[in-house]
């Protein structure tokens, strides 16, 4: 998990929210949903991305929650 931001993977018997980097999950929950609706809590907070892994643990989507450049006329 190189990519800087909030992660959403399976685990044993639910799903874990991890911060790139980090060795400890941040929560562990019962429900995808569960998890990603914190995960998106936090990335929001911090200005990252959130990446959201399925079962077979490759990313299946992501959000961006700051730091995206500006769009200008050119």
């Known amino acids: 998990m190189s990519k800087p931001g909030q992660h959403v993977v399976p685990s044993a018997g639910g799903w874990k929210v ?3 980097g980090a060795s400890r999950a941040s929560g562990r929950y019962v429900t995808q949903q ?6 998106r809590s ?3 907070a911090q200005g ?6 399925g079962e077979d643990g490759r990313i299946r989507s992501r959000d961006s929650y700051g730091g995206d450049p500006v769009a200008r006329k050119g």
Not at 34 to 39: D, I, K, L, M, S
Not at 48 to 53: A, D, G, M, Q, W
Request: aromatic share 6%; proline share 0%; no cysteine.
């Open 18 to 20: 991890i911060k790139a």
């Open 34 to 39: 569960e998890a990603v609706r914190e995960a």
């Open 48 to 53: 990252t991305e959130l990446y959201i892994h």
């Open 42 to 44: 936090l990335a929001k």
